[in-house]
């Protein structure tokens, strides 16, 4: 079956502008999260979705970041007035529901690059 | 608070040769602990995960780990590497968030090159 699909795969935006990051998880999955891959932080979790509720963006960088689910399906990761340190890799999950003991599934990632 | 460890950078194996990769751990009640495997311009990969039961957990591609609690280590191993296997590997710990998520904390990942 279709796996977590990401777009664009890469981005490049000059600094002060807004992007928007797409996911769209497996089918069914009502948990998903985001997280950020960058050189200097490894791996950071960004925000959890169940549903579309948000009950925890404890990872979150700043104000400038915020994220929205829709239909319990697609999740949109929106940067406004990017700076160069958000560049990074923004990976996103899936997993079947609201578990520790289940898998997540991530996406190939959109590779953000601030200039 | 909740961490992963992964000591070593980068681990250089011969083809052929049993590998190894370490991961120690940290956290608060019961472990649930992760390997992923990430190659060049690519997501995350799942490989295994122990969650209770047997120590030794079998996974994709030939690899296991085995699950110690008394040293709070889960190493990743493979008894015979294949060049296709050069890769970054990282583990990782799930844990219940204050805010109700169970997040995925990531060791910084160790690079593994099979040298033909």
């Known amino acids: 079956g279709a796996g977590v699909s990401q777009s664009p795969s890469n981005k490049v935006t000059e600094k002060g502008k807004d992007v928007e990051l797409r996911c769209d998880p497996i089918s069914g999955h009502t948990a998903l999260y985001w997280y950020r891959q960058s050189l200097g932080q490894g791996l950071e979790f960004l925000i959890y979705f169940q549903g579309n509720s948000a009950p925890d963006k404890s990872g979150l960088p700043s104000d400038r970041f915020s994220a929205e689910r829709t239909g319990g399906s697609v999740s949109t990761l929106t940067i406004q007035r990017t700076q160069q340190e958000d560049s990074a890799v923004y990976l996103c999950?899936?997993?079947?529901?609201?578990?520790?003991?289940?898998?997540?599934?991530f996406g190939p990632g959109t590779r953000l690059l601030v200039l | 608070a909740q961490s992963v460890a992964q000591p070593e950078d980068q681990v250089n194996v011969a083809e052929g040769n049993p590998l190894t990769v370490k991961c120690t751990y940290s956290?608060?009640?019961?472990?649930?602990l992760f390997w992923y495997v990430q190659y060049p311009n690519r997501g995350l990969q799942f490989l295994l995960k122990y969650i209770t039961g047997d120590n030794l957990v079998k996974g994709s591609y030939g690899f296991e780990a085995e699950f110690n609690k008394s040293q709070t280590s889960f190493h990743l191993k493979k008894p015979s590497a294949l060049v296709s296997d050069s890769a970054l590997y990282f583990c990782?710990?799930?844990?219940?968030?204050?805010?109700?998520?169970?997040?995925?904390?990531f060791g910084k990942g160790t690079k593994l090159s099979v040298i033909p």
């Open positions: 956290v608060s009640g019961n472990p649930y």
């Open positions: 999950a899936s997993s079947p529901r609201r578990d520790n003991r289940e898998t997540q599934y």
């Open positions: 990782a710990v799930r844990y219940l968030s204050g805010a109700g998520s169970y997040q995925l904390t």
